[in-house]
């Protein structure tokens, strides 16, 4: 590591920091950010260009040495309060955790007009798709979440770039205008004013072809419509509708593909989580999609350390139709009141951890097959108290499953 005398150590740099020169150096740190220990390094722009998302734009002159060693300094002291484990991990969920660590960073979206998704978190970053992470993070507890936008994706290739447009409720097409209309008092008709104009600029009634004199007395405005170039349809109000502009996909607001989009922060789990991780527990890679609790973990170190069995059985929640017939609510409090039974009916035999999207039991393996069967039976057992069923399943992990 670097020492004292920045003079002696000025080509040192470049082994404990990214150096940005030139702009093809950036596409050098994106790859080095995605590969090996990257990701834990200071990306440093010394091109003088102001380079988005590095960790910081040094001024090349007098003291630059001073001010990149200062920062390589940093960084080294937060990876250090990292586990090895954590710092050597190939899983994608834990080096982002630990970049967003090191690098004291949150997840900030941003509106890229590039970018088919219409936003972007930079191009320094670890891992390429991040949404499933964010999400299983986030359900975990490791990740909090505020709200930034919700885009509108196209049905067919889900690009957020569409020409949103006015179009007839009747043919769909966008070749509509704006049109005034008059009312006759004598025969009632209504109609767009350009139907009333007759040679002469006189105004003449197209049903009962009278000449309109007197505004007020024998005809009236009665507001504006909308008329359609194309199939000649009148009505009060266009419909929104959209076009991909990547794949040309026609379709309307319905068919449309929401996207919620949120900036990203490290809980205080998570915080607790990289300050005291060890090498106790490394959590195998055969179950790379999944991001464990921070209870539940505490719970698999403190049992590996003594050397035990345990089992870990995840309730997973298939009844998704409660969420969307009774709403969110409804389905929150259905999983408190079910958790709240399943806790008390196991506390003899395991301990129910609380996840986000799939909670967790944890049982110590004295007999498996007899704790198995009352797990599955207390589960039972609590979906009965429920009037709107969870139908919940089980996943069961082995010790050997989940410890590398």
Not at 191 to 208: N, W
Not at 260 to 276: C, G, I, P, Q, T
Not at 337 to 365: C, K, N, W
Request: overall charge negative; glycine content about 6%; charged content about 25%.
């Amino acid at each position: 590591m670097i020492g004292n005398d920045p003079g002696e150590e000025l080509g040192e740099i470049a082994e404990h920091a990214i150096l940005i020169h030139t702009r093809d150096d950036f596409e050098i740190a994106v790859r080095r950010m995605r590969s090996g220990d990257g990701h834990l390094l200071p990306v440093l722009d010394v091109s003088g260009m102001n380079l988005p998302d590095v960790d910081q734009s040094v001024d090349v002159g007098n003291g630059w040495p001073e001010t990149a060693i200062d920062s390589i300094r940093q960084f080294a002291a937060r990876r250090l309060r990292l586990a090895p484990w954590l710092r050597e991990s190939s899983r994608p969920d834990l080096r982002l955790l630990a970049y967003m660590y090191v690098h004291d960073r949150e997840l900030t979206a941003r509106y890229d007009a590039v970018s088919p998704a219409g936003f972007s978190y930079g191009d320094l970053l670890p891992e390429t798709k991040l949404s499933q992470l964010t999400q299983r993070l986030c359900a975990a507890g490791y990740l909090h979440a505020t709200f930034f936008d919700c885009f509108n994706g196209c049905s067919a290739c889900h690009s957020t770039r569409l020409n949103v447009r006015e179009e007839c409720p009747a043919c769909r097409t966008s070749d509509i205008a704006d049109v005034r209309l008059l009312h006759h008092f004598r025969c009632a008709n209504l109609a767009p004013e350009e139907d009333y104009r007759a040679p002469g600029e006189k105004l003449t009634c197209p049903k009962c072809a009278r000449e309109l004199r007197h505004y007020g007395s024998d005809h009236e405005t009665a507001g504006n419509a909308v008329k359609c170039v194309s199939c000649g349809y009148i009505g009060s109000e266009p419909v929104v509708g959209f076009v991909c502009l990547d794949c040309s996909t026609h379709f309307d607001a319905a068919s449309s593909r929401k996207v919620r989009v949120f900036n990203y922060r490290l809980s205080e789990a998570a915080m607790d989580f990289l300050h005291s991780a060890s090498d106790a527990a490394a959590i195998s890679d055969s179950i790379f999609g999944i991001s464990l609790p921070l209870g539940l973990l505490q719970q698999i170190r403190a049992a590996c350390a003594r050397g035990d069995d345990f089992l870990v059985a995840e309730v997973l929640y298939e009844n998704e139709g409660l969420g969307l017939k009774r709403g969110s609510r409804q389905l929150a409090a259905s999983r408190a009141h079910f958790r709240s039974t399943l806790a008390a009916e196991i506390a003899e035999f395991g301990q129910l951890v609380a996840g986000g999207s799939i909670d967790y039991v944890f049982m110590p393996e004295h007999s498996p097959d007899r704790a198995l069967k009352r797990l599955r039976n207390a589960v039972a057992r609590s979906d009965r108290t429920l009037r709107q069923k969870l139908a919940p399943e089980l996943r069961i992990f082995s010790k050997a499953d989940l410890v590398a």
